[in-house]
Structures are given as C-alpha cells and as structure tokens.
C-alpha cells in the first residue's frame, strides 16, 4: 500500500469518527499516522491538527444543517488559540517518549470516561 494510500486511510477514519461523535478523530488520528503512516511524534502531532481543523469544520457544517447547533461556545475558541498555540511552541521541546506518553495517558482517562458515564 502507498504512503498516500495510508495517508487516506487515516484522513477517513478520523473523519468518519469525527463526524459519528463530534469530536475524537484525533485520538483515532495520531495513533494512525504514527504507526500505520510511520510518520515521526514531531510530525504527528503537527500533521493530526492541520488534517482535523478541516474536518471539524465540515463536521460542524454537516451537524449544523441536520441538529441544532449552538455557536454559543464561539468565544472560547480565543482561549483554545492561544492554548494550542502554546502547547505547539512547547510541544517542539519536549522529547517524542514524553509527548507518547502523555497522549497515552489522555486517551486512557477519556477512554474510561467513556465507559463509566
């Protein structure tokens, strides 16, 4: 199978998840490009959010003509900008094992929230 074969591949699991639940492609997205993509833990992290900004964007529209949807929550994409901005600064510093293992963590604690609520 081709690198843009996989790539593909991934681009649609996130965003067939992405458009089921609203939001998790990521976490279906980096594991992806790390391990089926062979991409490296710089690139992945850099490449999930430049592949979901789209894809939420089309989920949103997509939800938005089928369920209401509330753009109540427009003014914390401020605070979500400048945290992600700073976690993208700082996320080049800190070693690929770190940025592993505490993706790992996160997923395991939504994974249990998932399951007990």
Known sequence: MSNATRYIVSG???GTIT???GSGGGLILVPLL???CKANAQEVFSQSLGIMLP???CSLAV???YAV???SVLPYLLGGAIGGGCAA???RRIPA???HRCFGIIMLWSGIRCLFS
């Open 97 to 99: 094992v770190w940025l």
């Open 12 to 14: 649609l699991a996130a």
């Open 89 to 91: 600064v700082a996320g």
């Open 63 to 65: 939800q938005h003509r």
């Open 34 to 36: 790390a391990i089926f």
């Open 55 to 57: 894809v939420c964007i």
């Open 69 to 71: 949807t509330s753009f």
């Open 19 to 21: 458009g089921i639940l």
